[in-house]
């Protein structure tokens, strides 16, 4: 796996995403070879290439959207024709609104245009079915045994054997108690740890993973130190289940793994440069919503009785509290009966304006005068009410910790889980929000900002 933007991203994926760009440029660079007299002088000279760079970027980025660089498996080849007819057409759109607007520095040449689309139709798709058949026969993955059959192991093991973009392949587990069950997730078990240098010598791993529940007398320490001199990777379960599922993992979450963490902790430098950026940020954008945020303000208020905004008591940065703004999407009374409450599905509370201003996380703009006024950051966790962070922080362990950083209009959690209302969902929202506080940085919070305008497009995540 490959590191970018303190996300860890599956090689192939990466390789894939370099090969269809190269692809693509190749298709329309051949359009404009086959289309016209004088290719070079139009490409340099006349900044041609501008116009088949947007258009590479514009069908690149309708992939991106449509989830196709998620995995490089290819579910049906007819869907994936169809998803390539979809961002090649929204490359046409793309250049008639060019067109329309006299931009003539990113307009490729009509039939130019004709050609290498056409092109790209045939050669991507194609590309794709053979590449995946490639990965599939050729490059081997790398071969891991666990050590431990801890819950966390089982959720690991089971994510890779559904994920083969990562290249882990789990080949078993060992484990000491009797009770251990013959299979893991589908992996299965190939004696105790007392066997490891046996299986290790039998099975060739490439790494070695330590998920086990209690460590204490039970670690064979010498062993694993002579097999990473040896040259095995030897790696904590913790730190693969990070890269796997982007977020920490709770429940073997020990005290001392955050105490002695070098990453964990935002630096006051972090926060300072984050809410300087926040800030400027958060300026533009009011600079620019301004006129769609007085539009919807006066929808919401012609729509339903009750304000355009809605204020209420959250909880910020350290603990403190302070008033957030967003646009109201439920009745005025919406609490009066039943006092604070998480919203739930098809919430009868909500109304039919509020519903659309949730699906695509419109009612969050006016979040923008907290990022000015310092309450808050464009990208942070989600901030809650008093009154569930009092019933969260004594139901979950380390909940507290949201608290270290500012809250944010988007987040991490908010990008990669559904909204939810139960406990269960809130311990996911808090392991991802945990990754982010240990992974702080400004390249994790444009990747952030850049997917959030993804999940609005999509109207993913929304309640």
């Not at 992939?63 to 007819?85: H, K, N, T």
């Not at 989600?382 to 362990?397: D, G, H, M, Q, S």
Request: hydrophobic letters at 45%; a positive charge.
């Amino acid at each position: 796996m490959i590191r970018l933007f303190k996300v860890s991203v599956p090689g192939s994926v990466v390789t894939l995403l370099i090969s269809e760009v190269t692809l693509l440029f190749c298709c329309y660079l051949a359009g404009v070879y086959w289309s016209v007299d004088e290719p070079q002088f139009v490409l340099f000279s006349e900044d041609g290439i501008w116009g088949v760079s947007l258009v590479v970027l514009t069908v690149v980025l309708g992939m991106y959207f449509g989830d196709m660089y998620e995995d490089y498996r290819i579910p049906s080849r007819v869907a994936l024709v169809q998803q390539f007819c979809m961002v090649i057409g929204v490359a046409f759109l793309v250049q008639a609104i060019c067109n329309y607007g006299r931009w003539g520095a990113l307009l490729m040449n009509k039939w130019a245009m004709v050609y290498g689309s056409g092109l790209a139709l045939v050669a991507g798709p194609a590309w794709r079915i053979l590449f995946a058949t490639l990965m599939s026969r050729a490059v081997r993955p790398r071969k891991l045994l666990f050590l431990g059959s801890s819950p966390v192991v089982g959720e690991v093991i089971g994510q890779l054997f559904e994920s083969p973009q990562f290249g882990l392949a789990p080949i078993g587990f060992l484990d000491n108690d009797a009770s251990a069950p013959p299979k893991l997730s589908g992996s299965p078990r190939l004696g105790a740890i007392s066997d490891l240098a046996k299986v290790v010598t039998a099975n060739r791993p490439d790494s070695i993973i330590v998920g086990m529940a209690e460590r204490r007398g039970n670690l064979p320490v010498e062993e694993l130190l002579h097999l990473r001199l040896s040259g095995i990777h030897v790696e904590d379960a913790a730190l693969i289940y990070q890269n796997v599922f982007r977020r920490v993992s709770t429940r073997d979450l020990r005290p001392s793994e955050l105490i002695f963490s070098a990453e964990l902790g935002p630096k006051p430098q972090k926060i300072a440069l984050q809410s300087a950026y926040s800030f400027l940020v958060a300026l533009v954008a009011l600079a620019v919503l301004t006129p769609l945020i007085v539009i919807i303000a006066i929808i919401v208020k012609l729509t339903s009785p009750g304000p355009a905004f809605y204020r209420q008591t959250r909880v910020g940065f350290n603990g403190e509290h302070f008033t957030l703004y967003k646009f109201r999407s439920m009745s005025a009374n919406a609490e009066d009966e039943t006092g604070p409450a998480w919203a739930t599905k098809d919430d009868p509370r909500i109304t039919p304006v509020g519903r659309w201003l949730r699906k695509l996380r419109i009612d969050e703009f006016p979040q923008l005068f907290n990022v000015l006024r310092g309450e808050m950051s464009i990208v942070g966790p989600r901030p809650e009410r008093p009154e569930f962070v009092a019933v969260l922080e004594e139901k979950i362990p380390y909940y507290r910790l949201r608290h270290s950083v500012k809250p944010g209009i988007t987040g991490w959690a908010q990008i990669n889980h559904k909204y939810g209302d139960t406990i269960e969902d809130t311990i996911i929202k808090l392991e991802f929000d945990l990754y982010y506080i240990k992974n702080m940085a400004l390249s994790l919070d444009a990747f952030i900002i850049f997917h959030t305008a993804k999940t609005m497009l999509l109207a993913r995540g929304s309640q």
